[in-house]
C-alpha cells in the first residue's frame, strides 16, 4: 500500500574529484585503503553460513574506491565438478534484473519512445475497450501498482504464478502468461511485487524497438558498453522477450559497475548514460510492503537516514547504493528467506562501518 507521504531525496555524490572512474579492463578499479571494522564485517558474511547462507561474492566501494573484494563457495554443475567461484565467474541476477530493466526504460522514456503515464502498451488488454486493464499504465507497472493477479511464492509450486512462469507452462513466454493475468485490485490501489510485471515491461521495451533482441542490444549499446560492463548476458526466452525478471548474469565487478552508474546519478566519466531524473524516478518510494519495506519503482528503497535503495534477487542478492556516505556495496549468494533480516542488519551494519 501507498504510504502516501512525501520523501525527500539524500543527494546522488559526483565522483571525488582525483578518483579515476573503473577502467575498462575488468581489472581496473581504483582501490582504497583497508577497513579493519569493514574486512571484519566481510568475514563474518562468509564465515558465518548459518546466519547468513553462502556468500559467492562480496565487494564494498566508498567514494569511489574499492576497498573490500572477496570470493568463495562454488556452483553447482551438472555436467561436471562444481566451478569455484572468482573475479571472473558470471553469476545470477535474479531479481536484480529488474533494476537492469529499469534503466532500460528510462533510456527510450528520454528518447521520447515511451510515456510512463499513458497506458500501457500490451495489445492483449486493448482487443477489447472494456478490458479494465486497460486503465494500466507503465508507471503502474514500473512501480508493481498495476493491480494483477500474480502470487510471487517461490515455495509452493501449486500457488505460485513466478514458478508457473519461469519454469511451468508459460515459461516459452512470459509475457503472454503474465498479461493473461485478470485484476485483483483496480491500478494504483495495492502494491503488489511481481515478476510478472517486469516481464509484461520488458515485452512492452522489446515490441517498441523492434523485438526483444533488439532491447538487449540496446541495453548492451547504451548502458552496458558505456560503463565497461563487458560480462553482461541478459536472456531471453523462446519467444524473445528478455527475461528481466530474472536473468542477467554478471562479473561482482560489472553488478558494482552498474550500481556505481545509479549512485552517480545516471552518469558515467562525464557522459549521461541514463537520463536525467531517472535514478530519482526508481529511488522515490511509493509504496511499503506488508514486512515495511519501501518500494520505488524497479527498486526497493532502504529507508535509512542515508537514502540507501537497492537492487534485490532472489537468495540475498543485492546492490545496495547509499547515496549520503557515497557507499556501494555488492553481495551474491545463496540464503534462505529466514536468513533475509540478517543480511538486512549486516548490510545496515556496513553502512554504520563507513559514517
Excluded at 502516501?4 to 555524490?13: A, D, K, Q
Excluded at 554443475?77 to 530493466?101: C, H, N, Q, Y
Aim: net charge negative; aromatic share 10%; proline share 7%.
Amino acid at each position: 500500500m501507498s504510504d502516501g507521504r512525501e520523501h525527500n531525496l539524500v543527494p546522488l555524490p559526483p565522483q571525488p574529484p582525483g578518483v579515476p572512474w573503473p577502467a575498462a579492463d575488468p581489472d581496473g578499479w581504483p582501490e582504497g585503503p583497508s577497513s579493519s571494522s569493514i574486512d571484519a564485517l566481510v568475514d563474518e558474511l562468509f564465515a558465518d553460513t548459518d546466519r547468513y547462507g553462502t556468500t559467492y561474492a562480496a565487494l564494498v566501494i566508498h567514494e569511489g574506491r574499492l576497498l573490500a573484494e572477496r570470493y568463495g563457495g562454488s556452483l553447482p554443475r551438472f555436467d561436471g565438478p562444481p566451478e569455484r567461484v572468482t573475479r571472473a565467474t558470471p553469476l545470477l541476477s535474479w531479481s536484480m534484473a529488474k533494476s537492469i530493466l529499469h534503466a532500460g526504460i528510462g533510456i527510450l522514456v528520454g528518447d521520447g519512445l515511451l510515456d510512463v503515464h499513458a497506458p500501457a502498451a500490451v495489445p492483449a488488454w486493448h482487443a477489447d475497450a472494456s478490458d479494465p486493464r486497460t486503465a494500466i499504465t507503465l508507471e503502474h507497472l514500473l512501480t508493481m501498482r498495476d493491480g494483477l493477479d500474480f502470487a510471487e511464492d517461490y515455495v509452493d509450486a501449486g500457488l505460485s504464478d513466478v514458478i508457473e512462469m519461469l519454469f511451468g507452462r508459460g515459461k516459452d513466454d512470459v509475457a503472454a502468461y503474465a498479461e493473461s493475468r485478470p485484476l485483483a485490485h483496480p491500478p494504483d490501489a495495492t502494491f503488489n511485487y511481481s515478476s510478472g510485471t517486469s516481464n509484461i515491461v520488458a515485452a512492452i521495451a522489446g515490441r517498441t524497438v523492434g523485438g526483444g533482441a533488439k532491447f538487449v542490444d540496446l541495453l548492451k549499446q547504451r548502458v552496458f558498453d558505456p560503463i565497461g560492463m563487458t560480462s553482461a548476458d541478459p536472456r531471453l526466452d523462446a519467444a524473445g522477450t528478455f527475461i528481466a525478471s530474472s536473468y542477467v548474469y554478471a562479473t561482482a565487478r560489472d553488478f558494482a559497475r552498474f550500481g556505481l552508474l545509479y549512485l552517480r546519478d545516471g552518469t558515467w566519466d562525464g557522459e549521461r548514460v541514463v537520463p536525467e531524473g531517472w535514478v530519482d524516478h526508481g529511488r522515490r518510494q511509493r509504496s511499503v510492503d506488508d514486512e515495511g519495506l519501501g518500494y520505488g519503482a524497479h527498486w526497493w528503497v532502504v529507508g535509512d537516514d542515508q537514502g540507501s535503495f537497492r537492487a534485490s534477487g532472489y537468495e540475498g542478492q543485492a546492490i545496495q547504493i547509499c547515496p549520503g556516505l557515497d557507499l556501494l556495496a555488492v553481495r551474491l549468494g545463496r540464503s534462505t528467506a529466514e536468513q533475509y533480516p540478517a543480511l538486512g542488519e549486516w548490510r545496515a551494519a556496513l553502512v554504520d562501518a563507513c559514517r
